[in-house]
């Protein structure tokens, strides 16, 4: 069974671009959730979909966005990029809602550098 | 504030010994799961065990398990007969269950296994 699929694996962009970044869940996993990952901060929670519904938001401005499609792939965009956007952003997936023994499985992250 | 503590930045082991990685959580929700995902060099994020707040008893996955103590808010990951493939960063992890699928990390622990 396929695995949770981030495309690209890397990317470089300049300062004011904007970029999205794509994720593609585990067959029958309808929970996608992201996070920015730096050195300084560690693992920050970005936002969580659920059936295309935006269920849970970290503390990010509004620059960061997603979205999920009915098939559950989700998209995130990062507009007018900043430096400190340079991350490595996982996305990762799960089968069941609540409480629950599923954690999550990650993809290998999109390592985003801005320049 | 912060939710999971992880006190130890850096930890040593000598291959073929046991380690013990340290995590507190704090939550009011009285139904929740501790996770701790292991993160190697490559980046991606493993999934190694889980713990239910209602379990009975200590999670075990092979050479990984999960010492459980609710009313300190402990769950540390013990690692026995260490390996050298054990050298990564180690994250704890909670979800509550009045937050869905939105799992917070904490900072990591660096585990280096030294031959």
């Avoid at chain 2, 850096?10 to 501790?34: H, I, N, R, W």
């Avoid at chain 2, 999934?47 to 999670?59: C, H, V």
């Avoid at chain 2, 007969?81 to 180690?90: F, K, N, R, T, V």
Wanted: include cysteine.
């Amino acid at each position: 069974k396929a695995g949770v699929t981030q495309t690209p694996r890397y990317l470089i962009k300049t300062r004011g671009q904007q970029v999205t970044l794509s994720c593609s869940p585990i067959s029958g996993h309808r929970s996608v959730s992201w996070y920015q990952q730096t050195p300084g901060q560690g693992l920050q929670f970005l936002f969580e979909y659920f059936s295309e519904t935006q269920r849970n938001k970290g503390n990010f401005p509004g620059r960061f966005s997603g979205r999920q499609f009915s098939n559950s792939r989700s998209e995130m965009n990062v507009s007018t990029l900043e430096l400190g956007d340079s991350a490595l952003y996982l996305c990762a997936s799960s089968f069941a809602q609540g409480n629950s023994s599923y954690g999550y499985t990650f993809g290998s992250g999109t390592r985003l550098t801005v320049v | 504030a912060q939710k999971i503590t992880q006190t130890q930045p850096g930890m040593f082991v000598q291959e073929k010994e046991a380690v013990t990685l340290d995590c507190t959580y704090d939550t009011s929700d009285p139904s929740y799961g501790l996770f701790w995902y292991k993160q190697p060099s490559s980046g991606e994020m493993i999934f190694l065990i889980y713990q239910g707040s209602y379990d009975q008893q200590n999670a075990t996955e092979g050479r990984y398990s999960l010492n459980f103590q609710k009313a300190r808010k402990s769950a540390n990951l013990v690692i026995s007969a260490s390996q050298l493939g054990d050298s990564a960063m180690y994250f704890c992890a909670m979800r509550e269950k009045t937050s869905y699928d939105k799992v917070i990390f904490g900072p990591g622990t660096s585990l280096s296994v030294i031959p």
